[in-house]
Each structure stands twice: as C-alpha cells, then as structure tokens.
C-alpha cells in the first residue's frame, strides 16, 4: 500500500516511479505529486496495523515477484499508460534497438494513414483474410512481419 506520503518521500528522494504489487489511496494527491506509481488498483483505507512478526524492512536484495515476473537486482523496469515491462540489463542494447525500430515502422505507418491509405490497404488485410480461409492457422503477426509492417 503507498500513499500520499511515500509518494512525496519518493519524490523527494528523485525516484523515476514506484511499482506496487498491490493497492494504493490519496489517488488524486499521487498524480498531483507527480511520481508516476504503477499498482494494481485503489483502495481507501489506510495500511492495516501488521502484528510484529510481519513488520520490518523486508530484504533487500533479492528477487521478487511482481505478477507474472521475477524482479532481480540490476534489472530494469519501465512502465507507461499500459504498464509495467522488467527486462535484465543485458538484454537493454537488443530492446532498445528493436524498440526503435518498432517506433519508425508506426510512424511510417501513422504518417500513411494519415494521408488518406487505409490501414487495411496497409496491412494488407483483404489478403490475410484470404489466406485465414485457405488456412485457419494463418497468423496475422508473421503476416504482416512479411510485409515488413509489424507492429
């Protein structure tokens, strides 16, 4: 649970975000904050008192999980709008790359559609459908990965 006050704590100590596996309050105060926090919804009522067996720090260190993903030291997160992405730091230069690449290729596409080409045009939807009918199996991705429009 984070609230308002850890979110200013985390802004004052110049945190990029904070990911929460859990709930958050103060909503309206954490966006005026400013600290991006990614979470699994909202919640009002405060932390519950904790019997002393379960309160402490926790450890540092080690991996955790966070959803479907095992966190490590040294990796790194990066989240927006649509969420949360956890990736080792070596893996960093190939996404990073891909990423741009991935990036151009909508853009083209965005700058096409809005000149007037239909997406479908595009994407060559009329004949993937043809190809659905010969093939049940056809997959849209490796399709249009052929016309070298993935997206």
């Given at each position: 649970?984070?609230?308002?006050?850890?979110?200013?704590?985390?802004?004052?100590?110049?945190?990029?975000?904070?990911?929460?596996?859990?709930?958050?309050?103060?909503?309206?105060?954490?966006?005026?904050?400013?600290v991006p926090i990614f979470c699994r919804g909202a919640y009002p009522v405060g932390p519950l008192k904790l019997p002393?067996?379960?309160?402490?720090?926790?450890?540092?260190?080690?991996?955790?999980?966070?959803?479907?993903?095992?966190?490590?030291?040294?990796?790194?997160?990066?989240?927006?709008?649509?969420?949360?992405?956890?990736?080792?730091?070596?893996?960093?230069?190939?996404?990073?790359?891909?990423?741009?690449?991935?990036?151009?290729?909508?853009?083209?596409?965005?700058?096409?559609?809005?000149?007037?080409?239909?997406?479908?045009?595009?994407?060559?939807?009329?004949?993937?459908?043809?190809?659905?009918?010969?093939?049940?199996?056809?997959?849209?991705?490796?399709?249009?990965?052929?016309?070298?429009?993935?997206?």
């Amino acid at each position: 649970m984070i609230g308002d006050l850890l979110a200013t704590e985390a802004s004052c100590k110049g945190l990029a975000g904070v990911i929460v596996d859990g709930l958050v309050r103060d909503t309206t105060e954490l966006i005026a904050i400013g600290v991006p926090i990614f979470c699994r919804g909202a919640y009002p009522v405060g932390p519950l008192k904790l019997p002393q067996d379960l309160k402490g720090i926790g450890d540092i260190g080690v991996a955790l999980t966070l959803g479907n993903a095992t966190v490590k030291s040294g990796d790194w997160a990066f989240g927006d709008a649509d969420g949360v992405i956890v990736m080792g730091s070596s893996d960093l230069p190939t996404v990073f790359e891909w990423a741009e690449k991935a990036y151009q290729r909508e853009e083209a596409l965005a700058a096409q559609i809005r000149e007037g080409v239909p997406l479908g045009e595009l994407l060559g939807i009329e004949a993937f459908v043809e190809k659905r009918a010969v093939n049940p199996q056809a997959d849209f991705n490796q399709h249009i990965s052929d016309l070298d429009q993935a997206i």
